[in-house]
């Protein structure tokens, strides 16, 4: 019954199931430890022989149920939550990737994940190419090695905006073996399904619209299970994993294979599962999804609309316009554009810094995605530690300005940004 439920029960219904005259809301299980009747139910958890909670490092009831959810929302097989959306990030290549490993993102990622994979991966020994997305396939087929495992992108490229082009990469992806990877944070499973257009695994910053009120950093990978694994290029799914008596993942978990193998190896070793108490939290803000994404689409649509139109801004970024160079992509693969708009303003960012100082409803915060309006410079911010080139390529540019809109009122966040860009 479940599989058939519309997505706007989903968020509501899945995830936690009471059985009879247990609590009707998920409760926050914070306990580390579980208790068996005897040794030998402990052993079989160790030898992953039988599932069952073993201690909070690697799972617990409270998050289980939000892995179920946000699995059933995306049309996953299974999920797993983790600290934060960095943490996804990493885990989702280096369940893959190994010292030596090879992979290709686009070039319009978010700063943090540019970072992680430019730097932090790249001294674990694991290479990657970032690439201009809107090369032809035959162009971006040159830039994949023997040793290239993924394919990584956004849906909507923070803050670039760009839409990811779903037929390319996945076609992509298949014809050369490995996984496509979205990061589909921006989108969220409402506006946005990436397994219905390609993708193998999604991951998110739950601490984004899924959580939707500033309150939870998190993150999540999701698998389609349907990746062949066993087609010659991913070993550590085929061949045995002495830390647990020589499993092999593919032959012993089938479709569960990709997840499970990250939870007991790489959540296990790092410890960087999600906190009951994050889950709970991130698990009631996904309660009404479905509500707040319909109403960040109309205040985002109206404020870009806005300054579309406004005499002192220069540019205006937003793939709900019908101005966007990406707009017909957005049409195709997304039920909204999302919450997030950029913009530029005449005289640059240092007339921007102005209007970003001057507004009084929006806040300059580094966070985006929740229910406050507030503004944001990556060029000084969040992509500050990127080169030049990094920066042009994520499509940052020195006067850009990001908007998170927010589930005020539309015409109070339009009124802020007319007194703010009057002041100049
Ligand atoms: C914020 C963000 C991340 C990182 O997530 P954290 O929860 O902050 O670690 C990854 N991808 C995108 C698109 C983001 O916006």
């Known amino acids: 019954m479940q599989n058939e439920w519309a997505i706007e029960t989903k968020t509501i219904q899945c995830g936690w199931e009471p059985k009879n005259g247990e609590p009707r809301v998920l409760p926050i299980y914070q306990s580390t430890t579980y208790k068996y009747d005897s040794a030998k139910e402990v052993a079989m958890l160790f030898d992953l022989e039988a599932a069952g909670h073993m201690y909070s490092r690697i799972s ?6 939000l892995e179920n959810k946000i699995a059933a929302l995306e049309g996953g097989v299974g999920a797993l939550v983790t600290s934060s959306g960095q943490n996804a990030s990493t885990i989702a290549i280096t369940n893959i990737c190994s010292c030596g490993d090879h992979f290709i993102a686009a070039g319009a990622i978010y700063g ?16 990657v190419t970032l ?8 162009e971006l087929k040159t830039y994949f090695k023997p040793n290239t495992k993924a394919l990584f992108g956004e849906t909507i490229a923070n803050p670039a905006l760009d839409i990811l082009d779903f037929e390319k990469l996945s076609s992509l992806a ?36 899924l959580d939707g009120h500033a309150i939870s950093v998190g993150g999540v990978i999701v698998d389609k299970g349907t990746f062949d694994w066993t087609n010659g290029k991913f070993p550590e799914f085929t061949t045995p994993d002495k830390s647990y008596h020589g499993i092999v993942y ?32 991130t698990n009631v803000g996904m309660e009404t999804l479905h509500v707040r994404m319909d109403r960040h689409c109309e205040n985002a649509l109206k404020l870009a609309t806005f300054l579309e139109s406004h005499p002192k801004v220069s540019w205006v970024n937003y793939p709900g316009l019908p101005s966007h160079k990406h707009f017909g992509r957005a049409q195709k693969y997304l039920k909204g554009a999302s919450g997030v708009l950029t913009f530029g303003v005449k005289g640059g960012m240092a007339e921007g810094e102005k209007v970003m100082n001057a507004l009084k409803l929006a806040a300059i915060v580094v966070h985006v995605a929740d229910v406050r309006t507030g503004v944001l410079h990556p060029a000084s911010m969040t992509h500050r530690q990127l080169s030049k080139e990094e920066q042009a390529l994520a499509g940052v540019t020195p006067d850009l300005i990001r908007v998170t809109v927010g589930l005020e009122n539309s015409n109070d966040i339009i009124s802020d940004f007319d007194q703010a860009l009057n002041t100049i």
């Not at 190896?265 to 906190?275: A, E, H, K, P, V």
């Open 174 to 209: 298949k014809m050369m073996q490995v996984p496509f990877i979205v990061d589909n944070t921006f989108a969220t499973p409402y506006l946005c399904r990436p397994f219905e257009h390609g993708a193998d695994i999604v991951i998110h910053s739950a601490t984004k619209y």
């Open 250 to 281: 593919s032959e012993k978990f089938g479709a569960l294979a990709y997840i499970i193998k990250a939870r007991v190896q790489w959540i296990r070793d790092l410890g960087s599962y999600l906190s009951p108490m994050n889950a709970f939290l």
């Open 112 to 127: 943090g994940t540019v970072s992680l994979f430019t730097n932090t991966l790249k001294k674990m020994g694991i290479e």
């Open 60 to 65: 617990n009831p409270t998050c289980e149920a």
């Open 131 to 138: 690439v201009d997305a809107s090369l032809s396939i035959e």
